[in-house]
């Protein structure tokens, strides 16, 4: 069985060993793949493992011989999963494995906004508390989460792990989601419609799949009416944030702060309107990234292939 991984790098940048998927077959591993050399590689390999790099039809067209692709991520949207299903092809995700690391980095972020403890470390080792005249200081307004209101957009698994970590904080939390669990629901956290969490909100996080309906929902009408000084994270997906609406927001002060860990295209464009606004954090996609996640990843996905191999596969987004 040949097994062919286009683009292995960033799930596995050498901490991690391909050694699941090379007990099932004759694995050959690239670190990344441009698009014209993707047929050329997969040849006559059964499986295609991938993560970033794009099956289109054509790729399928050219390679017949692919039964199995396995993505290496919860979102599928690089493969064209009407072609494969016309060919047969069985695709699989990872539908969960960064839960606790993407709620941590996303108060990570919000901490970074209300504190800048990474700015402060810095002028500390530049010698600016040296020569201070106080014995303390501080360069940004300093922000105390107790209190305030968490909206959170999406109330799947990550989100209900953020707002665990909210409360926590002792914040309360506004929750929005088409599929409403009320068991969830207690003194501090309870659902809303959308307009009530855009409206009520001190901080808004995004945890939503990007759809027809989501991309472009934080946009200039949305912000309109949500409070002034409104705090805004954003670890889902990129094209949820109209970007030149939130520049234009950040500039006003509407928006205090953004903190970013995904954009409308990867990687970061120069012109991208958010670079270089000192109140917007954007960091390049690494919430899903501690080795403890990324391990997870690699074990559902060697789970993925074995259960094909068996024929009872799981993880199936193309049935």
Same mark, same amino acid.
């Given at each position: 069985?040949?097994?062919?991984?286009?683009?292995?790098?960033?799930?596995?940048?050498? &901490?991690?060993?391909?050694?699941? %998927?090379? $007990?099932?077959?004759?694995?050959?591993?690239? &670190?990344?793949?441009?698009?014209?050399?993707?047929?050329?590689?997969?040849?006559?390999?059964?499986?295609?493992?991938?993560?970033?790099?794009?099956?289109?039809?054509?790729?399928?067209? #050219?390679?017949?011989?692919?039964?199995?692709?396995?993505?290496?991520?919860?979102?599928?949207?690089?493969? &064209?999963?009407?072609?494969?299903?016309?060919?047969?092809?069985?695709?699989?995700?990872?539908?969960?494995?960064?839960?606790?690391?993407? #709620? =941590? %980095?996303?108060? $990570?972020?919000?901490?970074?906004?209300?504190?800048?403890?990474?700015?402060?470390?810095?002028?500390?080792?530049?010698?600016?508390?040296?020569?201070?005249?106080?014995?303390?200081?501080?360069?940004?307004?300093?922000?105390?989460?107790?209190?305030?209101?968490?909206?959170?957009?999406?109330?799947?698994?990550?989100? =209900?792990?953020?707002?665990?970590?909210?409360?926590?904080?002792?914040?309360?939390?506004? #929750?929005?989601?088409?599929? *409403?669990?009320?068991?969830?629901?207690?003194?501090?956290?309870?659902?809303?419609?959308?307009?009530?969490?855009?409206?009520?909100?001190?901080?808004?996080?995004?945890?939503?799949?990007?759809?027809? =309906?989501?991309?472009?929902?934080?946009?200039?009408?949305?912000?309109?009416?949500?409070?002034?000084?409104?705090?805004?994270?954003?670890?889902?997906?990129?094209?949820?944030?109209?970007?030149?609406?939130?520049? *234009? $927001?950040?500039?006003?002060?509407?928006? %205090?702060?953004?903190?970013? &860990?995904?954009?409308?295209?990867?990687?970061?464009?120069?012109?991208?309107?958010?670079?270089?606004?000192?109140?917007?954090?954007?960091?390049?996609?690494? $919430?899903?990234?501690?080795?403890?996640?990324? *391990?997870?990843?690699?074990?559902?996905?060697? =789970?993925?292939?074995?259960? %094909?191999? *068996?024929?009872?596969?799981?993880?199936?987004?193309?049935?």
């Amino acid at each position: 069985m040949k097994i062919v991984i286009l683009d292995g790098y960033t799930e596995n940048p050498g &901490d991690l060993s391909w050694e699941g %998927f090379e $007990a099932l077959g004759n694995v050959t591993v690239y &670190d990344r793949s441009n698009p014209s050399e993707v047929v050329e590689r997969i040849g006559s390999a059964e499986i295609v493992i991938t993560n970033k790099v794009t099956l289109d039809a054509s790729v399928f067209e #050219a390679c017949p011989s692919i039964k199995y692709v396995g993505v290496l991520a919860t979102g599928f949207n690089v493969v &064209d999963i009407s072609a494969a299903k016309h060919r047969g092809v069985i695709v699989t995700n990872i539908p969960t494995y960064g839960t606790a690391a993407v #709620a =941590q %980095f996303t108060m $990570a972020l919000l901490l970074e906004i209300c504190h800048h403890v990474g700015h402060h470390s810095n002028t500390v080792h530049a010698g600016a508390w040296t020569k201070c005249p106080d014995f303390c200081y501080w360069d940004y307004p300093l922000i105390e989460l107790a209190g305030k209101t968490m909206g959170i957009i999406g109330f799947g698994r990550i989100g =209900q792990s953020v707002s665990a970590l909210a409360l926590a904080f002792g914040m309360n939390v506004l #929750a929005y989601d088409a599929y *409403q669990i009320p068991d969830l629901e207690n003194e501090h956290c309870r659902y809303v419609g959308l307009e009530v969490l855009l409206e009520k909100s001190d901080v808004i996080s995004l945890h939503t799949p990007l759809t027809v =309906q989501t991309e472009g929902m934080i946009n200039a009408d949305s912000i309109a009416t949500m409070k002034d000084g409104v705090i805004i994270l954003n670890t889902s997906r990129g094209p949820l944030i109209n970007e030149a609406d939130l520049a *234009q $927001a950040l500039k006003s002060g509407k928006v %205090f702060g953004a903190a970013l &860990d995904v954009v409308s295209k990867e990687p970061i464009q120069s012109d991208n309107p958010l670079i270089g606004l000192e109140n917007c954090i954007i960091t390049p996609h690494i $919430a899903w990234a501690p080795k403890e996640s990324r *391990q997870r990843l690699m074990d559902i996905a060697t =789970q993925n292939l074995k259960s %094909f191999l *068996q024929g009872t596969p799981v993880n199936v987004v193309n049935l």
